[in-house]
Structure formats: C-alpha cells, structure tokens
C-alpha cells in the first residue's frame, strides 16, 4: 500500500478535537504521525471529522439469526433470558459451517457499515455435529476476513452446564472436550491464520460453564501467552444462586479470592454484582464489557454504574446479540439508562474531561485495550483504523462540544468512509465527501 497523508476540519486527538491537524498512515497500514499538519495532505475532508474506528469488545455473530424470533408475547407470558436461551439452543442445533459463514460475513460487514473496525468474537459455538469438529471456529475467522473487519477471536471455553453440573445434550455443539484441548484448538489456529487482521485471545464462557480449576488453568494460559481472558460475569440472579450454592460466593467475588482478576480480564455484563466485589475487582485491576442493547432486550437489569465510576473501573462497549450495528448507541445507552434509573444526567463522566470524550473512549481505545490490539487512538504505531464523519449539523458552535454532539447525535448515517489497517473497507456514496484512498 503506498502511504498517505489524510486530514479533516476536525481530528480526534484522545481528549478533543483539533483543526488543523493531519495523519501519516504507512505502508503497512498504520499511524505515522498525527498532529498538526505539516505540509499538503493527500486527502483532505472538508466539513468532517477523523475519529478512531470503534471497538467492539463483544459480540455473537450468529446470534444476527435470533432477530425477531423471540419477540412474540402472549398478554400473560413472562420471557427472560433464560426462555430467550431456550430458543437460541434451538437454532444452535440448525447451524452449519455454511449458515454459520453467511451469518457471521452479515453480522461483520454490518459492523464496518455501522463504524465499528474491530470486533472481539466471543465464540463458543464451535462443533458442526459429532463428526465436524471444530468447523464452526474457521467459518467465523473466514468471514470476518472477507468482511474487512479487524477480528480477535475469543474462544470461549465451555465445560460444563451450570455450576458443577454437566452440559445438556443442547450444549453439545459448546464442549470443548478439557482445557487442555481448548488450548491445542487455540494455538493450532493462531498458527494458521497469519494475517494482520486476525488475532487471538482466550475466553471461559462463565463459571456456570468452566469449573474453578478449568478456570484457574485458563488464567494461567492466559498469564503464559500474556493474552486477554474474557468470561460472562453475573448477567443474571441465577447465576449468583448457583454459584453461592456450590461455593457459597458470588462469582466474582471467587474470582477475586482466587486471584483470577487481573489487567487481562474483562467481564462481560457485571449486572448485579455487590459494590464491595466491584471495589475489590477494580483493585485488581479488572475490566468491563457493557452491551446495553442486548443487556435492554434480554432484561437483564442495569448495572451500579455510581461503584463502576467511583473505583474507576475502565469500561468497554459490545454489540452482544447483534440487534443492530450502531456503536454510538451503545456507548449512549451507557449513560443514558442510567438516566432513567436515576433520574440524573452525567452518570458516566468524569472531572477531567468532557462527557463526549468519556463515551469516545468507551467505544475505541478502552475496547482496544480489553482486547489488546493497536487500535482505538491515532498514536503512532497504532493500526490506521477510522471513520470519516460527516458532521453537517453538529458544530462546534458557541458552549457546544463536538463529542458531545457526535456522542448524542450521531449514527451510521454520518460514516463518509471506514478505514481499517489503512485502507477503504466501506465507502458512503452520494455525500459529497472525497474518500480517503
């Protein structure tokens, strides 16, 4: 790729937006410099902004095949997460490496659509059947390279049903047979699939379905091959019983009492955990993944954002179950269904910087660091992922923060371009913007 200079009216820099700045992309798709420009640009985008492509630090692909089908109530039924699981099984039981494809290449080209440029696959529908092992993990990989996107597989270890309990003949296609041949699985495909666009990481789906000492094994791959550890954290009430039940802890204070919590985990949901745990998980230095679309539709309940923000925990934006791709909702709905539980506004900010810049990072360098891929900031060295923004409308003007106005009020509609590791993946035609090339 030949290397090119790329400026806008207004270029994110981290905390804010400056003008007159521009961005050196290498030849190998990367960040060169970004600052003030210092000579002609090759692109410049007039009455735009440069952002950092989001970070989609969750996600289900397949689950794009569950929009709709479980949408339908009587005047007296009562549907949770656990009626919506009983449906996913169901259409968990149709996949095959070909739907599982075709699903996954929809999901991910809808993301670069929609603004995000790195997704973190938690993926833990693995097997075709008894005899096509395996064949599900290729289908994802192959589909997220044809899309563009930049993917981290997180593969999910699954081993059993609940807390100490074995897997239902429905959570067959999950077993990951032991830890150990979790890990062969992981290491044999981080070995074929040489690409910049392709990376790794290591997950357990939950401690419903990992046992503490499968758990502390994954820990320690995950400490050995110095890469992120995801897991499903108290997103529901039964969970919490199970857990309690067999180990008379909640599930992440087991994690915290065995020193599973460090730099390299993310907790996906964190729901309903205790203001104590959360402050002993901080301590630890742990994150966590919100995915308020999902967390809304399966009614999950709304997470203490107050002890999230008062230990200063980092928080990461996912799309979960793939209703839509829209990433500035996500880290919107952050905020604002904690608005509506408060009846407050600016729960999630803090002193040092703007409310915008907060949700900003929320969505792109947080999500890169839960993941631990060069992304989500324009610092040099990082891979040249971004957005064109149109921003007709939007300001700056008079006491008017343009994160602000981009955070609350922006949405795919305004993507000019996508740019990942450089180049153009998706291009909106018809607005009057010159692409990046």
Not at 174 to 189: I, T
Not at 259 to 276: F, G, I, N, Q
Request: aromatic share 8%.
């Amino acid at each position: 790729m030949k290397p090119f200079s790329i400026s806008a009216d207004h270029v994110w820099d981290g905390s804010a937006f400056r003008e007159g700045w521009s961005i050196d992309v290498t030849s190998d798709g990367r960040i060169g410099r970004a600052g003030p420009a210092d000579g002609p640009v090759d692109r410049h985008h007039d009455r735009c902004a440069l952002v950092p492509g989001f970070v989609n630090a969750h996600s289900h692909a397949f689950q794009v095949l569950l929009r709709g089908a479980v949408e339908q109530y009587g005047p007296d039924s009562r549907s949770n997460f656990w009626s919506w699981r009983d449906r996913m099984y169901e259409t968990v039981g149709r996949l095959e490496p070909d739907s599982v494809f075709d699903a996954s290449l929809q999901c991910f080209t809808e993301m670069v659509r929609g603004g995000w440029t790195t997704v973190g696959e938690f993926h833990y529908v693995r097997h075709a059947g008894d005899s096509d092992l395996w064949a599900l993990d290729d289908a994802v990989i192959q589909a997220a390279m044809q899309s563009g996107i930049r993917i981290v597989l997180l593969q999910a270890c699954y081993l059993a049903g609940d807390v100490d309990q074995p897997l239902a003949p429905e959570q067959s296609r999950f077993d990951s047979g032991s830890v150990d041949r979790h890990l062969e699985q992981h290491e044999s495909l981080a070995q074929r699939y040489d690409s910049d666009l392709v990376e790794f990481a290591l997950a357990a789906h939950s401690v419903r379905a990992v046992g503490l000492d499968d758990l502390l094994e994954l820990a320690r791959a995950s400490e050995y091959f110095d890469r992120p550890l995801h897991i499903h954290l108290e997103e529901n009430l039964a969970e919490i019983e199970s857990c309690l039940r067999v180990h008379g802890k909640t599930p992440m204070r087991l994690l915290i009492d065995n020193e599973l919590v460090t730099p390299r985990m993310t907790a996906v949901h964190c729901t309903h955990s205790h203001p104590v745990d959360l402050a002993d998980f901080a301590a630890a230095g742990g994150r966590i993944c919100l995915c308020p679309m999902t967390e809304g539709n399966l009614a999950d309940g709304i997470v203490d954002m107050k002890t999230i923000v008062e230990h200063g925990i980092p928080v990461c934006a996912g799309s979960d179950m793939n209703l839509r791709q829209d990433p500035f909702e996500e880290v919107r709905w952050i905020e604002y269904v904690q608005r509506l539980a408060s009846l407050g506004r600016g729960v999630f900010t803090q002193s040092d910087r703007s409310h915008g810049a907060c949700l900003l990072q929320v969505g792109t360098c947080n999500g890169a660091a839960s993941l631990a891929v060069e992304a989500g900031d324009f610092n040099p060295g990082s891979w040249a992922d971004m957005l064109i923004l149109d921003i007709d409308g939007y300001g700056p003007g008079p006491g008017q923060l343009l994160e602000d106005s981009i955070v609350t009020g922006c949405g795919p509609e305004r993507i000019v371009s996508t740019i990942i590791g450089g180049r153009v993946v998706h291009d909106r035609p018809g607005v009057g913007r010159e692409p990046a090339s």
